[in-house]
């Protein structure tokens, strides 16, 4: 993931918005990016995914438009993507990243957009959602 070394936080964390919830209103936005912080580990401890924001974002398998066969990767790179778009993504990610966005999604570490597969992820199956925002499902309680 070297073409994303470059980035800070803030834009790292904009991309992810962009490539996961470019649609979605600002709640929507605000949600996925919330399952960064959600990820990350109480002081002291550590969880498998990550314990910086970089290293949660950019943990493999965790954020598709991360992947490398995700259709908007390539788009991703790009310094300006969709501007109101990018605007409304970076805006999203200094909101959340600053600890502005309290946790209104119980919990929840991982989310998928049911509209988008043609099943649930395997770790999504009979489980219950935490929250529905948007066109997006978030779950809790998932290691």
């Excluded at 605000?30 to 995914?49: D, K, M």
């Excluded at 929840?108 to 929250?131: C, D, L, S």
Aim: glycine content about 10%; aromatic content about 10%; some cysteine.
């Amino acid at each position: 993931m070297e073409e994303f070394e470059a980035d800070d936080d803030v834009t790292l964390l904009a991309r992810l918005i962009w490539g996961e919830a470019r649609g979605e209103r600002l709640a929507g936005k605000l949600a996925v990016a919330r399952t960064v912080l959600n990820r990350l580990p109480p002081i002291g401890q550590s969880r498998w995914w990550g314990n910086t924001v970089r290293e949660v974002m950019l943990w493999p398998a965790q954020y598709s438009c991360f992947n490398d066969e995700h259709l908007r990767r390539g788009l991703m790179r790009g310094s300006v993507l969709e501007p109101l778009a990018w605007r409304d993504c970076v805006d999203a990610a200094r909101l959340v990243l600053s600890g502005y966005v309290r946790d209104f999604i119980g919990g929840a570490t991982h989310y998928y957009a049911p509209a988008r597969v043609a099943e649930p992820p395997a770790w999504a199956v009979e489980k219950r959602a935490a929250a529905e925002i948007g066109g997006h499902l978030f779950f809790a309680g998932i290691e």
